[in-house]
C-alpha cells in the first residue's frame, strides 16, 4: 500500500522514522503503522476548504501519511499549515513533502503559532492526534486550543480508532465535540486502515 502510493505520487517513499519515534515516545506517535491511503482520502474528501483567506491545519501529521491526501485535495492558493509537536517526524515530513510548510511545536500554543505565520483565521483543523493516549490535562489544554483558534462556523476533523471508541465516548472531548458543534457526523468503520477507524466530521462551531 505505501509503496505503490508513494510510486503513483512520485514521492520518496517513507522511511522508519515513525518507528524509531514510537519506540522512543509513544505517547506522541500513537501506532507504529502508517495510516492507510483509504483513511488519508476520506478526511481530504470531507474537507470544506475556506474561500477566504482562513486555513487549513493539520495537527499531529507524523511522517505525512495523512498529509499527502490533504495536499493532493487542496485548491490553488489555499493556506494549509502542519503543526507538529515531534522534530524527526516534522523533519521526516518535510523530506517526503517539501511544499508543505512545517511547524514545530504543540498544538496548545495554536494561537501564538497562527500570530507567527501571519494566519488570520483558522477554518478547518484536521486533528490527526493519538487522543486515547493523551493524558486528560493535555487533551483539555489541545481541545481548548482547537476552540479557541477555529473561525465562525469551523470544521474539526479526526478519528478514532475503532478499539478506543467506547473510551473516547466517555472522555471530555467527546462532551466538548457534542456541545460545541452543531453537527457531528461519524463515517463507517474504514476496515482496511489498521487500527481499523472511524473519521468525525464536526461543523458548525456555535460561540
Not at 67 to 75: D, G, K, Q, V
Not at 181 to 186: K, L, P
Amino acid at each position: 500500500m505505501t509503496r505503490s502510493g508513494s510510486a503513483a505520487s512520485g514521492r520518496p517513499p517513507p522511511d522508519n522514522t515513525l518507528l524509531r519515534q514510537f519506540v522512543s515516545r509513544p505517547r506522541q506517535i500513537g501506532t507504529l503503522r502508517r495510516s492507510s491511503a483509504a483513511l488519508g482520502r476520506m478526511m481530504a474528501r470531507m474537507v470544506l476548504w475556506p474561500e477566504d483567506r482562513a486555513a487549513v491545519i493539520e495537527a499531529g501529521p507524523g511522517d505525512g501519511a495523512i498529509t499527502e491526501s490533504l495536499i493532493a485535495a487542496r485548491p490553488e492558493g489555499a493556506r494549509f499549515l502542519a503543526v507538529e509537536v515531534n522534530p524527526e517526524c516534522a523533519r521526516a515530513l518535510s523530506r517526503r513533502l517539501p511544499e508543505v510548510e512545517v511547524v514545530v511545536d504543540d498544538l496548545a500554543n495554536l494561537d501564538a503559532i497562527c500570530r507567527r505565520q501571519e494566519i488570520p483565521e483558522v477554518g478547518v483543523v484536521v486533528a490527526t492526534l493519538p487522543w486515547s493516549l493523551l493524558p486528560k490535562g493535555q487533551q483539555e489544554a489541545l481541545i481548548r486550543a482547537i476552540l479557541a483558534a477555529l473561525g465562525p462556523g469551523g470544521q474539526l476533523l479526526f478519528y478514532i480508532y475503532v478499539q478506543a471508541l467506547p473510551f473516547w465516548k466517555r472522555s471530555l472531548f467527546a462532551q466538548q465535540v457534542h456541545a460545541r458543534f452543531a453537527e457531528v457526523r461519524r463515517t463507517p468503520i474504514i476496515w482496511t486502515n489498521f487500527p481499523p477507524a472511524v473519521v468525525f466530521d464536526c461543523r458548525g462551531l456555535r460561540p
